[in-house]
């Protein structure tokens, strides 16, 4: 090979080692052929061999899902949005691309760069495929062997247009985007409507993003893997691959506090960043963490735990408060209600149990009375709304058929953002005012504990927002006669 090369000239070497690196290199030596000043740095590398794998698995027939969560400008985009598709269709120029970003002329401007490279003299060295002369427009155009590629805004319309390889680079524009839960549901339903309905038999996903929060379309597609999973149904696996702006642990590349890309983000101007967008914004999009612990509202070195057998041997006021949906929470299909128990013992010491249930109507009367008996409720507070003004009437009769008569009072909260009402509980934890119950070890505050991890920006708030109505409802038991248990018509109050 030494000998072939010393033989000809110094274009015709270069030719020779792109065609080498054409037929038998791999993705990352692709990158630094076709952009001789390409910096690739070691995640670089990482990512260039998982997208390889990935594309092999692909040609083999398997389905291949990965999401590659990194800092802005760190060059994923230009790896996996731009070089990865031409490296693809140079190697196979049938194959149909998709990429998709949160608006048409982002996507686009994708769609160019990537036809730009495919049109380098370095390519065309590299590889025999060219584009179409009728078909080159900037966000859609095709190979002379039927495969291209196709940029899309996410939401648009897809129609007569499929994939073998989808990628949805950075779905949202802003903060303003994200934090909107119609936005974010209406991203969620394009992609499991339209997207994933274009995939042309096995095919590739890539997701590329900063992860601007928890409830994100990532941790949406995330979340309802792990939910199919766990009920026994078909589900696709994701690989993830995530890379912090600064380490929060040693790894083989970086001692903690160590900066990812030290020649471009410093530490000095990574920390000088966290100054200014605050430690929310940088968490989320450096350290793609939406909710760490340092700017958590709800700290887990608060939570304290009790068994349940333990607080049921004290004297304890006993009440119940329920957050019902309402009508916003049907539209976003958040159909969720929270329930959280309360035990006040003689100390003003609040046990929790806090969780949340999907419940009929028929469900949550149920519910009522079955915990009424079962942990000897003394009074049930239910926020008035009006799906609570429609079930009223169930229960008063279920409480005749029944002969069971709970107490149940209607919470009205004045127009108290629910923001405030669960905010209301930090200094209450901070004192170590609460005790979450376990019943044989079993944690029963897991979907509370969830909620506040993530709050203000969790998806769902319904048992964070039962546990602050507790505020409303909750009463030190100073007499004996709120001990009393409660079993007769003249118990039934609203």
């Not at 670089?44 to 800092?71: Q, S, T, W």
């Not at 304290?304 to 333990?310: A, R």
Request: glycine share 6%.
């Amino acid at each position: 090979m030494i000998n072939k090369l010393n033989s000809l000239s110094k274009q015709e070497q270069d030719e020779l080692i792109l065609r080498e690196v054409a037929e038998n290199g791999t993705f990352a030596e692709y990158c630094i052929a076709i952009d001789r000043t390409y910096d690739m740095e070691w995640f670089h590398a990482e990512i260039a061999k998982k997208l390889e794998r990935g594309y092999k698995r692909l040609m083999n027939g398997e389905d291949v899902r990965m999401m590659i969560f990194m800092p802005p400008r760190h060059g994923k985009s230009d790896m996996a949005t731009q070089k990865f598709p031409s490296w693809v269709l140079g190697k196979h120029p049938e194959l149909p691309i998709m990429v998709s970003s949160y608006s048409d002329e982002l996507a686009t401007d994708f769609g160019q760069r990537t036809r730009d490279i495919m049109q380098q003299p370095e390519y065309n060295v590299m590889f025999n495929t060219t584009l179409r002369a009728d078909a080159k427009a900037k966000g859609k155009w095709q190979t002379d062997k039927g495969g291209g590629y196709t940029a899309v805004g996410v939401g648009g319309a897809l129609t007569g247009r499929g994939f073998k390889i989808g990628i949805i680079d950075d779905p949202f524009k802003n903060r303003e985007e994200a934090d909107s839960a119609v936005v974010r549901e209406s991203r969620h339903k394009w992609y499991q409507s339209t997207f994933s309905t274009r995939e042309e038999g096995n095919s590739m996903v890539v997701f590329i993003l900063t992860r601007w929060h928890d409830d994100d379309l990532a941790g949406r597609v995330l979340k309802d893997a792990a939910e199919a999973k766990s009920e026994g149904e078909a589900y696709d696996e994701w690989e993830v691959i995530e890379y912090k702006a600064i380490a929060t642990e040693d790894d083989e590349h970086r001692k903690e506090g160590e900066a990812l890309w030290s020649n471009k983000f410093s530490i000095e101007k990574l920390l000088k960043k966290k100054t200014e967008m605050g430690t929310y914004e940088f968490s989320a999009l450096y350290q793609q963490n939406p909710i760490d612990e340092e700017n958590r509202k709800f700290k887990e070195a608060w939570y304290q735990y009790k068994e349940l057998s333990d607080v049921e041997n004290l004297e304890t006021f006993n009440v119940m408060t329920i957050d019902p949906r309402g009508k916003d929470d049907i539209k976003l299909g958040n159909d969720f209600v929270g329930i959280t128990i309360n035990f006040v013992d003689l100390q003003g010491k609040w046990h929790f149990i806090s969780y949340k249930a999907k419940l009929s109507a028929t469900g949550i009367i149920d519910m009522m009375f079955n915990n009424w008996q079962r942990y000897r409720l003394h009074k049930i507070c239910i926020e008035d709304n009006q799906f609570t003004q429609a079930l009223k009437h169930s229960w008063e009769e279920q409480s005749r058929i029944r002969g069971i008569y709970p107490y149940v009072e209607l919470l009205k909260h004045g127009g108290t953002q629910k923001e405030l009402r669960i905010e209301a509980l930090v200094p209450r934890y901070e004192r170590g005012g609460i005790f979450h119950l376990k019943v044989n070890g079993e944690n029963q505050c897991k979907d509370l504990e969830e909620e506040l991890k993530l709050f203000p920006k969790a998806a769902n708030d319904d048992t964070s927002d039962s546990a602050g109505y507790q505020e409303m409802a909750a009463v030190r038991p100073t007499d004996r006669s709120t001990l009393e248990y409660s079993g007769n018509p003249s118990a039934l109050i609203y």
